[in-house]
């Protein structure tokens, strides 16, 4: 435990306190190469191998064991090579003279090594996810798909959800206008999956082109934008859970409303009623967590974002808005040509 403390002590002197390695060991009388693995290691590091032990008799055989398991693979789990097994082959087809002990310590450190392995998240106040989630429901009087924008806060599990009548652009956009009008400020970031809403093309490297819109609203909120892996839902799970909640608890039985804003008020609703819940695990309500995230956001813009899709109608001087007011055309500030 002294040791452990001398540690602390000098990494504080050093990093915080400002001092040169050279001082730090004369204060605590110890060599200046002492203070420097300090510096590099948290904790006292322990003996570490300078290259792995030697395996003379098993070595020349770890390829032929690494294939094996590389087939098993594709194989059906119950037919699966064991360590026992694998001995038995080495000695038998390919000449193998050493123990099973060492093949076995082999195989388990393989296998190790291949295991995904799952650690609990921290989430830190100031960033959120988002989603589309689909769900039926009967919009004057005609049950039909709809899909949902979803937007939840990690930290604090504060969330919103909007509906629409299909997973467009336009609906994205005004999700994130609508969601950001709700907390009242914008999140330093946002966790996306690959939606081709947002991301036009994933180059060779893992950089992401992002689409014109989505790059037009990411510049007017001024947030930091992150992707999950392909095919890797688990890399947002908080808000793939909230589309799960919004639609076992918001949207069953199957909801009936006049109209999109009618049902999106009830949406509204349900999110505004989750702030009062208290999750397992947490001391706090959604609500009282929430201030924390709201202290880490940025203010919103003077305006919202322009959820319109932008093409020219006539006259380069007009374009659609194709949320608001379909028919409506909307002109663009004096001087400037919107598409």
């Given amino acids: 435990m002294k040791v452990v403390e001398l540690y602390a002590q000098v990494r504080y002197a050093v990093r915080i306190e400002g001092l040169s390695r050279r001082e730090a060991a004369r204060r605590y009388g110890i060599d200046p190469r002492t203070v420097a693995k300090m510096l590099a290691f948290s904790v006292p590091p322990g003996y570490r191998r300078s290259r792995p032990p030697a395996r003379p008799k098993l070595d020349p055989f770890t390829g032929i064991i690494d294939q094996m398991l590389l087939e098993d693979e594709a194989r059906p789990k119950k037919q699966r090579h064991t360590s026992k097994r694998i001995f038995e082959r080495l000695r038998d087809e390919h000449g193998y003279a050493g123990g ?79 969601a950001f009008n709700f907390f009242g400020k914008v999140p330093r970031s946002i966790l996306y999956d690959n939606t081709t809403l947002a991301v036009a093309r994933i180059l060779g490297d893992g950089v992401r082109q992002r689409t014109r819109v989505f790059s037009e609203l990411q510049s007017h909120y001024v947030f930091a934008d992150r992707f999950g892996r392909p095919g890797k839902g688990n890399d947002k799970g908080k808000v793939e859970g909230l589309v799960g909640w919004t639609r076992r608890n918001l949207l069953v039985p199957v909801p009936r409303a006049a109209s999109f804003a009618a049902l999106n008020e009830q949406l509204l609703e349900g999110c505004r009623r989750r702030l009062g819940d208290r999750l397992r695990g947490h001391e706090e309500t959604i609500g009282e967590r929430l201030v924390r995230d709201l202290e880490a956001f940025h203010a919103l813009p003077a305006a919202p974002y322009d959820a319109c899709e932008k093409k020219p109608a006539g006259s380069a001087r007009y374009r659609w808005c194709a949320i608001a007011a379909p028919t409506t055309r909307c002109r663009p500030p004096t001087g400037t040509a919107r598409f």
Avoid: W
């Fill in 100 to 178: 099973i002990t060492i093949v076995k310590d082999y195989v388990l450190a393989r296998r190790l090594r291949q295991r995904e392995v799952f650690v609990p998240l921290r989430h830190d106040p100031g960033h959120a996810q988002v989603d589309f989630g689909e769900a039926l429901a009967e919009i004057a009087g005609v049950e039909s798909k709809i899909h949902f924008f979803a937007m939840d806060l990690p930290h604090s599990d504060a969330c919103f959800v909007r509906a629409y009548p299909a997973e467009t652009a336009e609906a994205f956009c005004d999700g994130h206008n609508a």
